[in-house]
């Protein structure tokens, strides 16, 4: 079974996120906006209990963070996403380097570069022509993250929540 | 902002009941399968944390609750919906009879019958088909329900859970 580690921001920022993943992003039905901490590994249903346990005891140990959606990137020539830049204090990085290490799998490819995916899967072309339109998008929003998400994945690809661990709660 | 309250069963109910969803609910993108407790309500952003905090207190005042998948129903005449029947112990009733009376919006049309909906929207015709060929269906699964989720929908009407409450946490 699949497992995730994600912060879904406020409402605002997802109804904003959505407006252009509906068009760019094929990934849209399968799971809302969200900023990625943990990417997907694998555990089966009797481990994520302990998981879950783990993860309760890190999110005490966190305050609620502050995020600002500030512009709109690309991980060009990497890969053809376009997402959201999130700007952090360095706690959402310490908050990611945490859970990293805690459930490492080996599977950290990239140095963390915090986002909301908003378009992928799209030719180099396609890319050139949605990211050159967006590019100059004035983008501002600031929100309080103060709860993570854990998460699997059904076989459709869907994603649900197993549960949530609010950062810092006493 | 619409709030609504649920529980997500095990992965393999949840996937057996895509497997139907994706034929016959246009809902299926939009919040995978779940037994609503509470159907959706109004609140603001700032009455959803006092609204978290009572469900905190409510959910610790439950056990983890049985549930049992036992047969596809329909509530036909009242409606074309079909599903698959939940049974349960007198619990889920009042864990569902005490959210509604906190929560109490004069919303509550129906009696509760736990459920969870794999096919809604159709017309008499294609309902009289499907359910014809869905209803003698052998099924049963068992599951454990620990946990209840407070989700709130976003403007494209996909659901968000906001945060998820553990049944019986100490």
């Known amino acids: 079974m699949k497992f ?28 809302p906006p969200h900023v990625t ?15 879950a346990n783990k993860l309760d005891t890190i999110a005490r140990n966190f305050k609620p963070i502050n995020i600002q959606v500030t512009k709109i990137g690309s991980f060009k020539p990497v890969n053809n996403v376009i997402y ?15 859970l990293n290490a805690t459930f490492d799998d080996g599977n950290q490819e990239y140095n963390f570069v915090p986002h909301i995916t908003i378009g992928q899967k799209m030719s180099d072309d396609e890319h050139s022509d949605v990211y ?9 929003y600031e929100d309080t993250a103060d709860r993570i998400h854990l998460l ?16 810092g709660k006493e």
Chains 1, 2 share one sequence.
């Open 4 to 31: 995730g580690i994600v912060i879904f921001p406020s409402k605002k920022i997802q109804d904003f996120a959505n407006s252009m993943r509906r068009r760019y992003d094929p990934h849209y039905a399968l799971i």
């Open 37 to 51: 901490l943990k990417s997907s590994f694998e555990a089966t249903e009797e481990e994520i209990k302990e998981i």
């Open 84 to 98: 959201l830049k999130i700007e952090s204090p360095e706690d959402l990085e310490r908050l990611h380097n945490e």
């Open 132 to 140: 050159g339109s967006l590019r100059m998008t004035k983008v501002h």
């Open 152 to 167: 699997y994945q059904l076989d459709n690809g869907s994603w649900t929540v197993y549960e949530t661990f609010r950062l």
